[in-house]
């Protein structure tokens, strides 16, 4: 397990996975209440930081794809998920996908 984090009320635990190889990497929550451990995403990529919403119904963390092309070898994109009706949306945010994101400009790894 690279990291973990409660939300504030203690009812959810997010694990953010690092294996090595990147194999089986992702995050995952566990639902103290109901004990229900979900993957909420698996991917061949590095995830780091976790910065919960204060009301602990939301999160982000930074995902990391190896990229050779890209200044320091590696692509950064936000993942977010929010919980509505009962279970985690996702919603992603790559700036190589979006037009708008200034040329010459990356995702820093320092924030989270």
Do not use: C
């Not at 089986?24 to 209440?33: A, C, P, S, T």
Request: proline share 2%.
């Amino acid at each position: 397990m690279g990291e973990f984090s409660f939300n504030k009320k203690g009812a959810i635990l997010l694990m953010l996975l690092d294996s090595a190889g990147q194999v089986g990497n992702g995050i995952l929550m566990r639902d103290l209440k109901s004990g229900e451990l979900k993957t909420l995403e698996s991917a061949k990529a590095s995830y780091q930081g976790i910065t919960w919403h204060e009301n602990g119904e939301a999160f982000v963390t930074m995902k990391s794809i190896e990229d050779k092309a890209a200044e320091g070898g590696k692509t950064h994109s936000l993942v977010g998920f929010q919980m509505l009706s009962g279970t985690f949306q996702k919603t992603t945010y790559d700036p190589k996908t979006d037009m708008a994101f200034p040329k010459g400009f990356v995702v820093s790894t320092n924030r989270s």
